[in-house]
């Protein structure tokens, strides 16, 4: 069965740091797979060029959908051809492009993304996140919005239908009327995900959604994922640090290092793998399987760390002004 996403030879610099260079990974429709690595590995900017924050250097990134395929850099990030510098909506099209940026595209296409660190409207409700999310889906013309027509009533109520069943299901209708920054942490990372939901993806990106979670919410959220899988028809593209999130839940695992795919396949076959070891722990050796799964952290013993030299102490310098405060009577 095709993919569902392609990602070819990706490469991407920052100056003279290479973040990627030529990752190449698949996505199969219908499974989780997960993108892991050591910090600074380039799995964020993985997710930043598929879904059109940042113009990668070199690449392929295709989405397979019913009608066709995607190009997303492309879609994205359109380089005019010879010819289109003598047609004028070529060009207009190309200096709307430059104007508003392009990631409305990739949502259009049917991708949607969290973000390694929260990224909500703070000061709006959390009914009023989900709402500004769909404007894609919502009737817009200003006419149609002034003579309050029957699409756009309809276009409306189906976009607050939308945000409560999301809100249900992920058990926080009872906060739809809050501030978005006055929920608690846990609550905010799950109310990211409900606004990508929103917009009706078929691919959801999430960028290290158990950062910063207790192990009952990440649970929960192991859950989550599982249910978006199996009874919303959902692809799910994974960055996770939680080993036994990873391992627990996902069919598919791509480990990068230093901007490079050096290993992927099954979890069990990377936890492992001699490569995947040798990043995480710097040295190629087995994984203790009886913690239950997870890449073992290297600990050093207290003991043998060298004693640490005490520090000297600075002269105090004191001002005679404050000094005479002391000799003063109560
Ligand atoms: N906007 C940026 N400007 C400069 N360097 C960046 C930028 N984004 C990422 N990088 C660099 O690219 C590399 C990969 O970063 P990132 O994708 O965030 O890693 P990861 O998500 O795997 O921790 C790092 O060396 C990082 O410093
Ligand atoms: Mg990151």
Redesign the pocket.
């Known amino acids: 069965m095709t993919p569902l996403l392609t990602v070819r030879d990706l490469s ?1 610099h ?2 003279g ?1 290479a ?2 260079q030529g990752v190449t990974f698949t996505v199969a429709r219908g499974a989780i797979t997960a993108i892991i ?12 060029c598929l879904t059109g924050f ?1 113009a990668a250097a070199a690449g392929v990134v295709r989405l397979q959908r019913e009608e066709g395929e995607i190009d997303l850099m492309r879609a994205v990030h359109p380089t005019l051809q010879p010819r289109d510098y003598l047609n004028p909506r070529a060009l207009a099209r190309q200096a709307y492009g430059w104007m508003t940026g392009g990631t409305h595209k990739v949502v259009r296409a049917g991708v949607a993304r969290t973000f ?1 660190n929260v990224r909500l409207f703070r000061d709006m409700t959390v009914l009023e996140n989900l709402l500004v999310a769909q404007h894609r889906l919502v009737e817009r013309r200003l006419w149609a919005g002034i003579l309050r027509t029957r699409e756009y009533l309809a276009a409306e109520a189906a976009a607050l239908d939308r945000a409560v069943a999301w809100l249900e299901l992920f058990g926080m209708f009872e906060d739809a009327n809050r501030l978005a920054g006055e929920l608690p942490y846990g609550q905010q990372r799950r109310l990211e995900i409900i606004r990508a939901l929103c917009t009706d993806p078929v691919l959801l990106c999430l ?1 290290e959604p158990a950062a910063g979670l207790n192990p009952r919410e990440t649970q929960a959220l192991s859950r989550m994922i599982l249910r978006l899988r199996d009874h919303h028809d959902l692809t799910i593209l994974l ?1 996770e640090h939680d080993m036994n999130l990873v391992m627990n839940i996902s069919d598919h695992v791509v480990v ?1 290092d230093h ?1 490079e795919v050096i290993a992927s396949g099954t979890p069990a076959a990377m936890q492992g793998h001699p490569a995947v070891l040798e990043a995480y722990l710097g040295v190629a050796e087995p994984v203790d399987g009886a913690s239950g799964g997870g890449l073992r952290e290297e600990v050093v013993p207290v003991s043998s760390l060298p004693p640490v030299p005490p520090k000297p102490r600075p002269p105090l310098i004191i001002d005679p002004s404050v000094a005479d405060i002391e000799a003063c009577p109560p």
Do not use: E
Request: glycine fraction near 20%; charge should be neutral; proline fraction near 4%.
């Open positions: 991407m920052f100056g740091v973040a990627l690595g050591p910090n600074g590995a380039g799995k964020t900017t993985v997710f930043n940042y390694q960028d960055i990068l901007g």
